[in-house]
């Protein structure tokens, strides 16, 4: 059976990438989660997907130009519910003093827009709390895999791919092949930009298949019949239901 991720956290139940999220799918009993990283202004990793705040806090403007005391004064809750009024934007080892005993972490890294330090100093955070075995880094830009592993040749990496040009390119070069020349564990692909036949070719070389946002029966059913790794869903609690009624 797939391991099932919260994507974002448990982003039905709560506010996306926040505690009260994460704590819902610890909750939930799903295997782990899934989230996106960020460095802000004056260097501390922080969680968030998009490089702006303006969709998810009462604050505008890129992640990038707020120090993370800054950040923290945004209301990332709100916008969810009044229920999750005061809502703080979490960093990552607020979210790994949650989350650091589930069997699959999901870091994503959102690729900077100007170079930084961010792959490195996600690697020494996952290092400083000796999760190295949990840890599963993901990111669409093949250069923050290549540094991921020249940081560690033993972290474990996933290349994420949409349907895009270089999504493209990446299936029609051959998903395992384009993984194996970056050393990649993983493909990470979009629910509908996988086959069962590249399954079977990415599990011949040892590669997982880590599938993102899954939360309709039927989707779970195929993936999960083609061997699939992981379900990464907005519905964690869905998910594991489903699974555990194939069962």
């Known amino acids: 059976m797939p391991l099932v991720l919260a ?18 799918a610890v909750e939930f009993n799903a295997d782990g989660i ?15 997907h998009n490089y ?9 403007g890129l992640i990038n130009d707020y120090t993370c005391d ?30 650091k005993d589930m069997r699959l972490i999901n870091i994503e890294i959102k690729a900077p827009q100007t170079k930084n330090d961010l792959v490195k100093r996600t690697v020494e955070e ?17 250069e923050c895999i290549r540094e991921s592993k020249e940081l560690d040749p033993a972290i474990r990496t996933g290349l994420l791919y949409e349907d895009n040009d270089l999504g493209k390119e990446i299936r029609s070069f051959g998903v395992e092949k384009y993984c194996a ?17 590249e399954v079977k070719r990415l599990h011949a070389l040892g590669m997982a298949v880590n599938v993102w946002t899954v939360n309709e ?7 999960a019949d083609w ?7 907005d519905v964690p609690d869905y998910v594991m239901s489903v699974l555990q009624g194939r069962e």
């Open 34 to 48: 899934e989230t996106d990283v960020h460095l802000s202004k004056d260097g501390k990793i922080v969680i968030c």
């Open 217 to 223: 029966k039927e989707d779970i059913l195929k993936l």
């Open 52 to 60: 702006t705040i303006d969709a998810t806090s009462d604050g505008q």
């Open 70 to 99: 800054e950040l923290k004064k945004f209301d990332f809750g709100s916008y969810f519910s009044p229920d999750f009024a005061g809502v703080t934007l979490p960093t990552l080892s607020e979210l790994l003093d949650v989350v």
């Open 7 to 24: 994507h974002r956290g448990a982003n039905k139940r709560a506010p996306q990438n926040t505690i009260p999220a994460f704590k819902k």
């Open 181 to 197: 020349q970056l050393n990649a564990n993983a493909a990470h692909p979009g629910r509908t930009l996988i086959t069962e036949e």
């Open 126 to 142: 996952i290092h400083r709390y000796g999760i190295q075995d949990s840890v599963i880094i993901s990111c669409f830009d093949p």
């Open 227 to 233: 061997g699939c790794d992981a379900l990464i869903s």
